[in-house]
């Protein structure tokens, strides 16, 4: 099983601000089956970037995913209030797993 | 629209069976996986296992192998996850969620239900 282990595990950052999230696999991920999800308060998560790097629909290009084999990183260009929130790293390979999260506060 | 409309929440006991559901509309359900991920509470998201309602092809995670049972019925358009013996550690949010395709390739999840609280208490 591919365990992936996201850092830092809390982001303290300013509205405006440019938010970089790490994602690493114990293994590598195959064919750049990575995706981001953010998950607000009471809210069920939402797609935000699949295949490393493609954008889901509706979601603004300040998201941004890239890296392959083991190594991920999401990126927020400036942070808007309603990106606050937790992001979740996910592997849909063979057998699929989540990272434990990123938080994304207001600093 | 694709929407999934999970059942309500659930107060058991331990060792009760409970099954809980997730009915899609908006899209065919039998081509696309139906995937269970657990979220305790304050912690991460935990992904349990999917289901093909084309041709019930189901896989595990290996956590949750032996533990539940993920099922559907296609003339239903319903998914269901289910237990045999309820243990306090199954209190959770169970979210089922919508591939984006049947390849492997698109098998993140693109839409997803609203959650369904399970709470296991004596």
């Known amino acids: 099983e591919i365990v992936l282990t996201q850092s830092p595990g809390t982001l303290s950052l300013s509205p405006g601000e440019r938010a970089t999230l790490s994602c690493r696999a114990s293994?590598?991920?195959?064919?750049?089956?990575l995706a981001w999800y953010q998950q607000k308060p009471g809210q069920a998560p939402r797609l935000l970037i699949y295949g490393a790097s493609s954008r889901a629909a509706g979601i603004p290009d300040r998201f941004s995913g890239s890296g392959s084999g083991t190594d991920f990183t999401l990126t927020i260009s400036r942070l808007e209030p309603e990106d606050f929130a937790v992001y979740y790293c996910q592997q849909y390979g063979s057998s699929p797993t989540f990272g434990q999260g990123t938080k994304v506060e207001i600093k | 629209e694709v929407q999934l409309v999970q059942s309500g929440a659930e107060v058991k006991k331990p060792g009760e069976s409970l099954k809980i559901s997730c009915k899609g509309s908006g899209y065919s359900f039998t081509s696309y996986w139906i995937g269970w991920v657990r979220q305790m509470p304050g912690k991460g998201l935990e992904w349990m296992g999917i289901i093909y309602p084309g041709d019930s092809d189901t896989r595990y995670s290996p956590s949750f192998q032996g533990q539940v049972t993920i099922s559907a019925d296609k003339s239903i358009s319903t998914a269901y996850l289910q237990w045999s013996s309820l243990k306090a550690s199954d209190t959770a949010i169970y979210y089922c969620?919508?591939?984006?395709?049947?390849?492997?390739?698109?098998?993140?999840?693109?839409?997803w239900g609203q959650g369904s609280l399970v709470t296991v208490s004596s």
């Open positions: 293994q590598s991920v195959s064919s750049s089956s």
């Open positions: 969620a919508r591939s984006a395709g049947y390849s492997s390739s698109n098998r993140y999840f693109k839409h």
